[in-house]
């Protein structure tokens, strides 16, 4: 099966930066894109950032679209998040996932497979 394992989450102070990671492995096939997600306690599972493999064209939530940068290594099928500027809201457990389809890539239900998640704590 396709797998996927992210990596880098941690405690970290308000306006400090993380970069997180995302190794695929397995039957992971063509994928055309991999995006992050996060998920807060009590919330639903959002949209945070996107990119397809073929042309890495990116895609960003607004929230987040002037801190952090996803970034794609295909020879190692990496993908990354790179964090700055961390807010205390940011604190969530992120999540990657993989689709083989085009589509809005936004949205998490049209995702194929994904990763365990990897745990951002941000303090005040």
């Known amino acids: 099966q396709a797998e996927l394992v992210e990596s880098g989450g941690r405690l970290v102070q308000a306006g400090e930066s993380l970069r997180l990671s995302c190794a695929a492995s397995?039957?992971?096939?063509?994928?055309?894109?991999t995006g992050w997600f996060r998920q807060a306690p009590g919330k639903r599972r959002e949209f945070v950032a996107a990119i397809t493999w073929s042309g890495g064209a990116t895609l960003y939530a607004d929230s987040v679209k002037d801190r952090f940068i996803i970034s794609r290594d295909s020879p190692e099928n990496t993908v990354y998040l790179q964090m700055s500027g961390l807010k205390p809201e940011d604190t969530a457990v992120y999540y990657c996932?993989?689709?083989?389809?085009?589509?809005?890539?936004?949205?998490?239900?049209?995702?194929?497979?994904w990763g365990q998640g990897t745990q951002v704590t941000v303090s005040s």
């Open positions: 996932a993989g689709r083989w389809n085009p589509g809005r890539l936004f949205v998490a239900l049209e995702y194929h497979y």
């Open positions: 397995g039957r992971i096939g063509s994928t055309y894109a």
